[in-house]
């Protein structure tokens, strides 16, 4: 942190503030020509940009290093690799996780979990607990919705991507999933956010709809603090004033994140558009742009679908994108999985 003096701070003010820092054994520097600065090295948050900002004496407080201090790129030499069973999440690969918005019915989940499995995916994702904008909207089958979710992955060797909607539901979500997705409304909800920290299992974390990269990581480093090192982060569109689609993808994000973070990073293209039509482009503009995955939604019916049907690919489509991801993930040097 860089904290800037009045030019004029008293020689009690400053001694005030010296002391502080060796008292919370912070190493500083100290330059008093022109205007004097104070360069400190903090250990995380223990003393923070507002403690300085109100100290008599003090001009301004800039941060020099990212407020997130765990899920930043350099508090580890190597990028993480989130291991479930015998596959693996990180930039080596582009991992596609694949299924129904929603869990809807035994023979819905078999069915799509039958297809994932033939195209050599290794991820179903279907909601069970549905963070639905209306409250006569489908809300999923909730605990039956798990089990269908768990017999189709165990009949068709896949793992399990389900969301829990509050930290109530985490036990039970991380009994029958390989990784808990948390949704965009909730990426603030702190208490969900400590509770999925502190169980075994990584989590799939959404960015908030207006959430910025700092506010996205610092939901992730509520989850790192917890000790729970295996967090993937998910790009699934912000708000903006374009109407066109039902968000908008913030592409540049996957290239930032991936500067700023060493946590997998990936795009949720179906959320991102609400449009069919754009899951194609928009999935080969992750891959482009360095995403390590996407989320995509597919449905055996979409025309029939209980919950975001619009945005839901059918098996032809989806197998066009397979085969467009591969062509791309071969020059990139990536496998798709
Ligand atoms: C979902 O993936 O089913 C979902 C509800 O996504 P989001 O939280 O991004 O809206
Ligand atoms: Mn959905």
New binding site residues.
């Given amino acids: 942190m860089i904290v800037i003096l009045k030019k004029d701070i008293s020689q009690e003010d400053l001694d005030r503030l010296l002391q502080k820092l060796r008292q919370y054994d912070c190493s500083y520097l100290l330059y008093e020509n022109g205007e004097p600065i104070l360069r400190i090295k903090s250990k995380q948050n223990v003393l923070t940009k507002d403690f300085f900002l109100t100290q008599p004496g003090v001009e301004n407080v800039y941060r020099v290093t990212p407020a997130y201090d765990l899920a930043a790129r350099k508090s580890q030499d190597q990028e993480t690799s989130i291991q479930t069973g015998d596959s693996q999440i990180n930039s080596r690969h582009f991992t596609v996780i694949a299924g129904p918005?929603?869990v809807e019915s035994e023979e819905q989940i078999l069915g799509i979990a039958q297809k994932l499995a033939s195209s050599g995916i290794h991820y179903l994702?279907g909601?069970a607990f549905?963070?639905r904008t209306s409250p006569y909207s489908f809300q999923g089958l909730g605990i039956e919705g798990l089990k269908l979710l768990r017999k189709a992955a165990t009949q068709y060797r896949l793992k399990v991507v389900t969301?829990a909607v509050s930290s109530s539901d985490v036990e039970i979500v991380s009994e029958f999933a390989d990784i808990i997705?948390i949704?965009?409304?909730n990426m603030q909800n702190f208490r969900l956010l400590k509770t999925a920290g502190k169980q075994k299992k990584p989590v799939l974390l959404?960015r908030g709809m207006n959430a910025t990269l700092e506010e996205f990581l610092l939901a992730a480093e509520y989850i790192l603090q917890e000790g729970n090192p295996g967090v993937i982060l998910c790009e699934?569109g912000i708000r903006t004033f374009e109407t066109a689609t039902r968000n908008t993808l913030d592409i540049s994000a996957v290239p930032l994140i991936k500067q700023m973070s060493h946590l997998p990073m990936f795009v949720?293209p179906s959320?991102a558009s609400g449009k069919r039509s754009l899951i194609l482009p928009l999935s080969r503009a992750a891959l482009a742009a360095g995403a390590d995955g996407a989320?995509i939604e597919v449905h055996n019916q979409a025309e029939h679908a209980k919950s975001?049907g619009p945005q839901s690919i059918n098996f032809e489509t989806f197998d066009e994108l397979l085969a467009s991801l591969k062509e791309i993930a071969h020059v990139l040097g990536k496998q798709l999985q």
């Fill in positions: 918005c929603a994702r909601g549905k963070p969301e997705q949704g965009t409304r959404k699934r949720d959320h989320m975001d």
